[in-house]
C-alpha cells in the first residue's frame, strides 16, 4: 500500500537539505531507491519540509537504514520524526512548476467526506491529469486527513480554493482549514502514482 511520509524538520536549512543529497548522490528520477514514487522538499518558516510517496513503509524503512540515515546525520540535519500515512488519492495534474508545497490538516474529515466533495470535480475526473495542481496527494490519518499539495504558486491554489472548495465546503469547513504554503526547493517525480483508491 502506498504512503505519504512527511518530515517537518526544525531548525534544518536548504544548505543542510541539499548536502544530505548530494551524500545520497543527487536524486533524479534515474537513480531513485526502490519504492520511491515522489519526492519534495520545502524552505517554510522554521526549517525544511519533506514529504515523499512510497509505495511501501517498508521501502522507506529499507532507504533509511541502508542509506539516509547516515546522511542525515554527516550532514548535521536536526533530527525530526516523520508521520506515516496511508495514501487514499495521489493524482498528478496538469501544474507546469513545482513553486510552492501546500500542506492542510483536515481533522474531523473522513474518507467519505473527501470522496463525496471530490465526485463531482473536474479536476478529480478520470486519473486526474486535468487537475490544475502539479500533484495532488491525500492522507489518512487517525483525526482526519492530510493534504498535501504542489502548486505552481500560492496564487494557484488559492484561486481552486475559491473556485471548487469553497462552493462545495462551506464557509465553516473553509475557515478550519489552515494551509501552510512553502516555497519548493526540489520536485522529483520519479514514477507515476500507484493507484491506492
Known amino acids: 500500500m502506498p504512503i505519504l511520509m512527511i518530515m517537518d524538520?526544525?531548525?534544518?536549512?536548504?544548505?543542510?537539505?541539499?548536502?544530505?543529497?548530494?551524500?545520497?548522490?543527487?536524486?533524479?528520477?534515474?537513480?531513485?531507491?526502490?519504492?520511491?514514487?515522489?519526492?519534495?522538499?520545502?524552505?517554510?518558516?522554521?526549517?525544511?519540509?519533506?514529504?515523499?510517496?512510497?509505495?511501501?513503509?517498508?521501502?522507506?524503512?529499507?532507504?533509511?537504514?541502508?542509506?539516509?540515515?547516515?546522511?542525515?546525520?554527516?550532514?548535521?540535519?536536526?533530527?525530526?520524526?516523520?508521520?506515516?500515512?496511508?495514501?487514499?488519492?495521489?493524482?498528478?495534474?496538469?501544474?507546469e512548476e513545482a513553486g510552492v508545497l501546500v500542506l492542510i490538516e483536515l481533522d474531523g474529515f473522513t474518507i467519505d467526506d473527501y470522496d463525496a466533495l471530490t465526485a463531482d470535480m473536474e479536476a478529480h475526473a478520470g486519473d486526474g491529469s486535468a487537475h490544475p495542481a502539479v500533484a495532488h496527494v491525500i492522507g489518512a490519518t487517525d483525526d482526519g486527513l492530510v493534504v498535501v499539495d504542489i502548486w505552481d504558486s500560492g496564487q494557484a491554489f488559492a484561486k481552486f480554493g475559491e473556485t471548487e472548495l469553497a462552493p462545495r465546503m462551506g464557509a465553516d469547513q473553509m475557515a478550519r482549514m489552515q494551509p501552510r504554503v512553502s516555497q519548493m526547493h526540489n520536485h522529483v517525480r520519479v514514477k507515476a502514482p500507484t493507484p491506492a483508491r
Do not use: C
Request: aromatic share 4%.
Open 9 to 95: 524538520v526544525e531548525g534544518a536549512t536548504a544548505e543542510q537539505y541539499d548536502r544530505v543529497d548530494g551524500l545520497l548522490g543527487g536524486l533524479t528520477p534515474e537513480n531513485a531507491p526502490a519504492g520511491l514514487i515522489s519526492h519534495a522538499a520545502a524552505v517554510t518558516d522554521t526549517g525544511v519540509m519533506v514529504a515523499d510517496v512510497w509505495e511501501s513503509a517498508e521501502d522507506l524503512q529499507r532507504f533509511f537504514d541502508e542509506k539516509l540515515s547516515a546522511a542525515i546525520a554527516e550532514a548535521g540535519l536536526p533530527q525530526a520524526e516523520p508521520r506515516i500515512v496511508p495514501v487514499h488519492n495521489h493524482i498528478e495534474g496538469r501544474g
